[in-house]
């Protein structure tokens, strides 16, 4: 177990609808980062936050936004998805430096 | 921009060394990272370099060449369970500590 907790594990859903993933950074850990990682893509940065502030955005599509709350967990909402959504998201968390700590990721299965 | 280059695949024998290499040409540098990937899982840190030279870590080295935008991770003493992707990763300069990520390179290690 890293310390970083992401859910759902697994999430099918149909083209067109909205979802939301959800990471709780290790205790301590104020920077939350969310990747997409396409099929035998790397990994692609989205976003960055700060203890609750936006810090770096990446290539994140307009459909797609996140947020951090007071408790610094962090949520990533994908909305209008299409087939091309389908991904690992993995969310990562770090004090004030690298390395990066990686959950498990959310595997989203768009249909 | 970044640009960080990796070989998209190796092999290699159980129980030889293998040399994965990484090149990279960022707007700015402040550090490398070498991770590990097994398939549907998280990334893993290995190393971290951010000065020249060679840090060792039980079977596992990295190297960094800044003048020359170059790294290598070198494996000892390969075992199967090293069979994995093996993702490099730059850190950015400025406000932000996002790690931008190369495609990764897939290890496989054979009998």
């Known amino acids: 177990d890293s310390g970083v907790t992401q859910t759902p594990k697994h999430l099918i859903t149909a083209t067109g609808q909205r979802v939301t993933l959800r990471c709780s950074p290790r205790?301590?850990?104020?920077?939350v980062y969310w990747y997409q990682q396409s099929l035998d893509q790397g990994l692609q940065f989205l976003i960055q936050?700060?203890?609750?502030?936006?810090?770096a955005k990446g290539n994140i599509l307009e459909r797609f936004s996140a947020q951090q709350f007071p408790d610094l967990h962090s949520e990533l909402n994908l909305s209008s998805l299409e087939l091309g959504d389908s991904a690992l998201y993995f969310c990562?968390?770090?004090?004030?430096?690298?390395?990066?700590?990686f959950g498990s990721g959310t595997r989203l299965t768009v249909v | 921009g970044q640009n960080i280059d990796q070989p998209t695949e190796m092999t290699a024998t159980e129980g030889a060394i293998v040399q994965i290499n990484c090149t990279y040409q960022?707007?700015?540098?402040?550090?490398l990272f070498w991770y590990q990937q097994h398939a549907g899982e998280a990334p893993t840190f290995l190393s971290y370099?951010?000065?020249?030279g060679l840090e060792e870590k039980g079977r596992f080295s990295s190297f960094l060449s800044r003048s020359k935008g170059y790294s290598y991770l070198l494996l000892k003493e390969l075992q199967m369970k090293d069979s994995a992707s093996y993702l490099c990763?730059?850190?950015?300069?400025?406000?932000?500590?996002?790690?931008?990520f190369g495609t990764g390179t897939r290890l496989q290690v054979f009998p």
């Open positions: 990562a968390s770090s004090a004030d430096l690298p390395p990066y700590t």
């Open positions: 370099n951010v000065l020249d």
């Open positions: 960022t707007s700015g540098f402040n550090g």
């Open positions: 936050y700060y203890n609750g502030e936006e810090r």
């Open positions: 990763a730059v850190r950015d300069w400025g406000n932000t500590d996002k790690l931008i």
């Open positions: 205790s301590g850990d104020l920077s």
